[in-house]
């Protein structure tokens, strides 16, 4: 399924403007969504899921208008929101059922086994019978996955699944991610760049709610090419770079200072180019959208 949105602003009661004007379509597969805080991203998944409308623009799943409400669309959007938290009374397999009687998966065997599948999916089995108050934060994480996979969406929004996981739960949460992208449309948001790098085909990078960059990863990273540099300078000289040039690291190296850093020209006689990173193509975006006059509000 295909998001195509148009104009897209969103300003909240009290007047912060958290998406202007935003135009792009949102295809299958695992679509990124990466910013700092404060950039949009929830927001915009709100719109995504209907939760919220925008206050200017349109929003279309599949040609069909969403911002028109019509519930046979919903039913096809699974969204697992920033601060999951089941009952915590419940135990994942009675919390999970429970989500199923709502989502009127019927009749009662098809519910059942509609959750014994999801139990299967996110290897949850294990842990059925504890009671989500006492799961760690990643089987947290992958009960809300599951809970969002049991009317079977075509469509899946996952706001910042990873955050507070240890790195073994991200590395799992990111394979089943990466997995699920297979046959449907998953926005997945973040601001930790490695875990988008790893799991997404796309990005859409947002500022200050401003699209600041949609396309392949790849593009991205290519993008930044020819103009990533390191040199080593005396500490007095990095003053002077940063002023220059968008400075992505420092590293002390005796009693100088190995500088990468992003820049059109080379940022200095002594240095050489390196091969970009995502996360040096990221911030050389930025940096760029800073020069250019700043993300509009
Ligand atoms: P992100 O998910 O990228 O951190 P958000 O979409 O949460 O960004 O927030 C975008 C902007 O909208 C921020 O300036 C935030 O303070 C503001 N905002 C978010 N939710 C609300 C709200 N319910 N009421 C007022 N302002 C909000």
Redesign the pocket.
């Known amino acids: 399924m295909q998001f195509e949105l148009r104009g897209v602003s969103?300003q909240?009661?009290?007047g912060?403007?958290?998406?202007g004007d935003l135009s792009t379509t949102i295809s299958p597969g695992v679509t990124g969504l990466l910013?700092?805080?404060?950039?949009?991203?929830?927001?915009?998944?709100?719109l995504l899921v209907g939760l919220a409308r925008p206050t200017a623009g349109t929003i279309q799943l599949n040609g069909a208008d969403l911002t028109g409400a019509r519930p046979a669309l919903y039913q096809r959007l699974g969204y697992v929101p920033?601060r999951f938290t089941p009952y915590p009374s419940l135990t994942v397999r009675e919390f999970l059922t429970y989500v199923a009687t709502l989502k009127r998966i019927e009749p009662k065997t098809a519910r059942h086994q509609r959750v014994e599948q999801v139990l299967s999916l996110l290897h949850l089995e294990e842990v059925q019978a504890r009671r989500t108050a006492h799961l760690s934060g990643g089987t947290r994480q992958r009960l809300g996955l599951a809970q969002a996979l049991l009317n079977e969406p075509d469509v899946l929004i996952l706001?910042?699944p990873t955050a507070g996981l240890d790195p073994d739960e991200r590395l799992h949460f990111r394979r089943i991610i990466a997995g699920l992208g297979q046959h449907r449309t998953v926005i997945v948001?973040s601001?930790i760049l490695g875990d988008l790098a790893q799991t997404c085909e796309r990005l859409v990078v947002?500022e200050q709610?401003r699209l600041l960059y949609h396309g392949a990863v790849d593009a991205l990273v290519a993008k930044a090419l020819g103009s990533v540099w390191e040199m080593e300078l005396p500490e007095t000289q990095v003053d002077q770079v940063s002023r220059e040039a968008v400075v992505i690291s420092t590293r002390r190296a005796g009693d100088r200072v190995l500088v990468r850093a992003a820049s059109l020209c080379p940022i200095g006689p002594g240095a050489r180019p390196v091969e970009p990173t995502l996360e040096d193509a990221y911030i050389w975006l930025r940096g760029a959208s800073v020069r250019e006059g700043g993300a509009a509000r």
Request: charged content about 15%.
């Open positions: 969103m909240y009661p009290g912060v403007r958290a998406l910013g700092p805080n404060g950039a949009g991203k929830s927001t915009l998944m709100l920033q706001d910042e948001s601001h947002l709610g």
